[in-house]
């Protein structure tokens, strides 16, 4: 049980947006070997002018919450997975992994030392936390660095739908998102200063987000720049899309167990074409920022794709998955074995 005074902000407020915590934590990587690592009160960073990250840009990040539970408890959410897919996505890198156990140790270290920047259980905001790793040491001729930090910081973020839910309108991209055989499956900022572009041309023609479409045959559906698709069919089951260039969401793989397990309905992950996204009567986004974000229409060039129980709300199928995770994650329903992992 948590007894730790709250700051005195407006969790209400909050947006998806960086309020400066107390604590960060901060690795650094240097001879071969990370070193003992801990807190620290100093939020910038200091660079050399040729640090390998400023100029071929090795770096991998990840992102996860802490929430309050009901009964007062300060927990994350299966902190495991994104500590072996932020190793996965360093070895793709050429850096160095961090240490899984480690990495679970830091975690609770910062979250513990910002907890009161935990928002409220019932105020719908949570602490974001993001690891991430770069490349400290200098280099010029193209190569892997030989120095890294791994830092963490926190920041407290507002409900991903704060004047309630609307869902989402998206475009189907002229750009692609990752070449295949590429990064497209590793957490890493170079998937996303590539996307910032196709991103900001969707907002000015009044878009959500983008749909990308598989590089190499324009065909399948993939995923929009941050998060994953589940569609639910006619006959209430689930489908995702399989390919090799997504990012493997956290919460769509626990999206995937809670409706087989908890919901006892089928799932499928399968090649998805963009020409069937019609069959499917909801359509929901993934991810650690929202859960679940339902999308009422796709639109491709002059082909607009309606999901009729998506218009005003999430979909009756999304809603019950939703509901699930959600309750697992806030300590209302009995998580799987290993899912929540008490901090304070
Ligand atoms: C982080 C991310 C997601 C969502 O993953 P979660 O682990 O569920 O937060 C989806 N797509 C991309 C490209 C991402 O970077």
Redesign the pocket.
């Known amino acids: 049980m948590s007894t730790i005074e709250k700051k005195p902000l407006d969790w209400s407020k909050l947006g998806f947006a960086y309020t400066k915590t107390d604590k960060s934590y901060v690795c650094n990587y240097k001879n071969g070997a990370w070193e003992e690592g801990g807190l620290t009160s100093e939020h910038s960073i200091n660079l050399s002018e040729c640090a390998g990250i400023l100029h071929y840009c090795q770096e991998v990040f990840e992102?996860l919450k802490a929430y309050e539970t009901k009964d007062g408890h300060i927990v994350t959410f299966r902190p495991d997975l994104n500590a072996t897919r932020m190793m996965n996505s360093a070895h793709a890198l050429q850096m160095p992994e961090f240490p899984k156990e480690k990495f679970l140790e830091a975690i609770d270290a910062v979250v513990k030392a910002n907890a009161s920047y935990v928002p409220p259980h019932d105020s719908g905001a949570s602490l974001y936390i993001r690891p991430f790793m770069f490349a400290t040491g200098n280099v010029i001729g193209v190569k892997p660095a030989d120095e890294y930090q791994f830092r963490i910081l926190t920041t407290p973020v507002g409900p991903y739908f704060s004047g309630g839910i609307k869902p989402l309108k998206l475009c189907v991209s002229d750009y692609d998102r990752a070449a295949p055989r590429g990064t497209g499956n590793i957490?890493a900022g170079l998937?996303y200063a590539m996307s910032l572009h196709a991103y900001m041309k969707a907002h000015k023609n009044g878009f959500d987000e983008n749909l990308f479409l598989d590089p190499a045959t324009r065909t399948f559906v993939e995923?929009t720049?941050?998060?994953?698709f589940l569609f639910v069919t006619q006959d209430n089951e689930i489908v995702t899309p399989m390919s090799d260039s997504i990012?493997p969401?956290?919460?769509?793989r626990s999206l995937v167990d809670v409706a087989e397990r908890y919901l006892g309905l089928k799932v499928t992950c399968r090649r998805i074409t963009l020409a069937e996204l019609g069959d499917f009567k909801e359509c929901g986004l993934?991810?650690?920022a929202a859960v679940i974000a339902p999308v009422a229409k796709v639109v491709n060039g002059n082909h607009e794709i309606i999901f009729d129980d998506c218009q005003t709300q999430m979909g009756p199928v999304l809603k019950q998955l939703y509901d699930t995770l959600v309750g697992i994650q806030h300590g209302t329903i009995e998580a799987p074995e290993g899912w929540i992992r008490r901090i304070l």
């Open positions: 992102g957490k998937n995923e720049g941050g998060a994953n990012l969401s956290i919460t769509r993934c991810g650690t």
